[in-house]
C-alpha cells in the first residue's frame, strides 16, 4: 500500500494583545482523509489556518510536513510543498473572469503552457465552471464564487487543502454542491482541513 502524507501542528499556541487565542492546538491530516476544526467565532479556527499556511508565526509550536518541520518556511514554500489554502473571505478576483481567476494561479505552476491550458478546461469541467467561464467574479452567486475560488486553489495540484468556513456566505442549494466537492477532493487523495462554527 502507498504511504499517504501527513500534515500535523504539534502545540500551537498564538497571543494577540495577551489575549491568548490558540491554546495548544495539535492536529493530523492524512492524504485522502478530512478532518474538521470545529467551534464557534472567535475560536481560534482561522488563526490556527493562517500559522498552517505561514501567513502568521505561532508563538509556540511546530508545523510538520512528515517529519520535516516546515514551521519557518515562507507561504510559497509551503504551496509548493503541496499545502492549498482557501480563505474564509471571498479571494476572487472582482474584475477578472473565472478563468483568468484560475490561470492566474496556473501560469507561476510548474506547467508548460499546453499543460496550463489542459489543467484549466479539467478544472473548469470539473467544477461545472464552462458555462460561466468568461463571466467576471464580481458577477458570480456565492456558489460559483466558492466553485471558482476551490477550483484555483486546486490548480496547483496541492497533497493538502485548508478550507477556513467554505460554506460561508452560500445559499443551501450551493452548501450541498460544496460538499460534494469536498468529497471528490478526498476520493482523490487530497487532505482537507476543514473549518466551520456551525456546531
Known sequence: MATSDVLRTEGLFKKYHNRMVVNNVSIQVKQGEIVGLLGPN???KTTSFYMIVGLIKPL???????????????MY???????????????????????????????????SRSEQKERLEILLDEFGLQKIRKNKGIQLSGGERRRTEIARSLATNPKFILLDEPFAG???????????IV???KEKNIGILITDHNV
Do not use: W
Open 42 to 44: 472567535g475560536a481560534g
Open 60 to 74: 509556540e509550536g511546530k508545523i510538520f510536513l512528515n517529519e520535516t518541520n516546515i514551521t519557518k518556511e515562507p
Open 77 to 111: 514554500k509551503r504551496a509548493r510543498l503541496g499545502i492549498g489554502y482557501l480563505a474564509q473571505e471571498a479571494s476572487v478576483f472582482r474584475q477578472m473572469s473565472v478563468e483568468d481567476n484560475i490561470r492566474s494561479v496556473l501560469q507561476f505552476t510548474k506547467y
Open 170 to 180: 452560500v445559499d443551501p442549494i450551493a452548501v450541498e454542491d460544496i460538499q460534494n
Open 183 to 185: 468529497y471528490k477532493l
